[in-house]
């Protein structure tokens, strides 16, 4: 009983990092498009970091 409730732990932590990393990504896809057709290279290096710490954000609890 124990190893399954660190198992739905684990796997609730899982799924929040996955949500996070979408969000990050949609979010910094977003800039990049703004960038682009603004002709804005500060709004696409913005959002192109946006992207990577999306992609390397974890939830923690």
Request: proline share 0%; net charge positive.
């Amino acid at each position: 009983l124990i190893k399954i409730i660190k198992m739905k732990k684990i796997l609730e932590n899982a799924l929040k990092n996955v949500i996070t990393t979408i969000a990050g990504s949609v979010a910094g896809i977003a800039e990049i498009q703004n960038g682009i057709s603004e002709k804005n290279t500060t709004k696409i290096i913005l959002g192109i970091g946006i992207m990577i710490i999306g992609i390397f954000a974890k939830e923690n609890e």
